[in-house]
C-alpha cells in the first residue's frame, strides 16, 4: 500500500498564493487541499482548489493538514504567520519550482519559496519563509534571511547577503558582499 502524501494548505490565496499552488501542483508530493485568506470562503473556489475559510481558522479545520504554506507577501505579515502556524503544532512547507534551479549544497529554511525560473546557487542559504521569486538569482554563498523576500528578476552577486524581512524588489541587484540590513527595502531596477 502506498503511504499517503502529506496535506498542504495555503495561506494567501491572492497571485503570490496561486503561483505557490501552481508549483506545488507542479512538482508533486503533496495534496493542495486548499487555501485559507481573510476574504474567506466567499472566494468560492480559485485554481479549482476550495477556499476553506479564513487564517484564523486553521486550527480548527475540517481537512487533514500536516504542512502550511505562508503565501503572503508582506514581509512582517508573513513572519507573525509563520511564528502562529508553528505554534499550532503544524510544519512549514518549502516549495521548489520544478524549474527553478536550486543546487544540491544550497540550505533551504523551512518554509522558503524557490519559483519559476529561479537560481539559488552552490552554498546559498535562504532562512525559514524566505522567497525568491520568478526568475531571481541568489548565487553562491548569498544568504536571503528569514522572512526576506527577494524579488522578480531581482539579483544577488555572490557572498551578497539580505537580512530578515527585507525586501530586494523587482530588477534590484545587489553586488558581490553586499549586505542589507533587516527589514530594508531596496528599490526597483
Known amino acids: 500500500m502506498t503511504p499517503a502524501l502529506p496535506s498542504v494548505v495555503i495561506i494567501g490565496a491572492g497571485g503570490f498564493g496561486r503561483a505557490v499552488a501552481d508549483a506545488l501542483g507542479l512538482a508533486g508530493g503533496v495534496v493542495v487541499a486548499g487555501f485559507l485568506d481573510d476574504r474567506g470562503s466567499d472566494l468560492g473556489r480559485v485554481l479549482g482548489l476550495p477556499v476553506l475559510g479564513c487564517i484564523a481558522d486553521l486550527p480548527q479545520l475540517r481537512v487533514p493538514c500536516d504542512r502550511v504554506v505562508v503565501a503572503i507577501g508582506d514581509n512582517h505579515r508573513r513572519a507573525e504567520l509563520a511564528a502562529w502556524v508553528l505554534e499550532q503544532g503544524l510544519a512549514l512547507q518549502t516549495v521548489v519550482h520544478p524549474r527553478a534551479i536550486v543546487s544540491a549544497h ?22 525559514r519563509c524566505a522567497i525568491v ?51 530594508t527595502v531596496v528599490a526597483r531596477g
Not at 106 to 127: C, I, K, Q, R, Y
Not at 139 to 155: E, I, N, P, S, T
Open 106 to 127: 544550497a540550505v533551504l529554511g523551512s518554509g522558503a519559496m524557490v519559483m519559476a525560473g529561479a537560481v539559488v546557487g552552490t552554498e546559498a542559504h535562504l532562512g
Open 133 to 183: 521569486n520568478a526568475g531571481a538569482v541568489a548565487d553562491h554563498h548569498a544568504q536571503v534571511g528569514d522572512c526576506a523576500h527577494l524579488g522578480v528578476g531581482a539579483l544577488m552577486a555572490g557572498g551578497s547577503r539580505l537580512g530578515q524581512r527585507a525586501w530586494l524588489q523587482e530588477g534590484a541587484v545587489l553586488r558581490a558582499g553586499q549586505q542589507v540590513p533587516d527589514g
